[in-house]
């Protein structure tokens, strides 16, 4: 069975800085890639980056672009997301989750929620104005 535990969120003003962390376990972490999504209140859920198995891969929304970035390391079983200069939009529920086929690529799958199969329980994110 495949666990998914992220950790990290909190409360931080706006321009600071946040990293997230998600420790997998149940299966080969290193055969799958991994990816990030969000979910404001009232809102749907939405990608926010991803990564390929080997992490030589990265993807991002256009709106995180440039602040935040997604790593992994395959040793320690664990895909983080170095958020920096966060802003009030950022507020959300972030989520990592795990591609249900292994060895796979490519921006336009790897963005979308059904490309997962298994996802965390969810770690919440604030920012203050």
């Known amino acids: 069975q495949v666990q998914l535990v992220e950790s990290g969120g909190g409360l931080v003003q706006a321009g600071g800085s946040l990293r997230l962390s998600c420790a997998a376990s149940g299966r080969t972490f290193s055969a799958y890639a991994m990816g990030w999504f969000r979910q404001a209140p009232g809102k749907e859920r939405e990608f926010v980056a991803a990564i390929n198995w080997s992490g030589g891969l990265t993807y991002y929304a256009d709106s995180v672009k440039g602040r935040f970035t997604i790593s992994r390391d395959n040793v320690k079983n664990t895909v983080y997301l170095q958020m920096n200069s966060l802003k009030p939009e950022d507020t959300a529920v972030y989520y990592c989750?795990?591609?249900?086929?292994?060895?796979?690529?490519?921006?336009?799958?790897?963005?979308?929620?059904?490309?997962?199969?298994?996802w965390g329980q969810g770690t919440q994110v604030t920012v203050s104005s």
């Open positions: 989750a795990q591609d249900r086929t292994p060895h796979e690529a490519g921006s336009s799958r790897l963005s979308l929620a059904r490309t997962y199969d298994y």
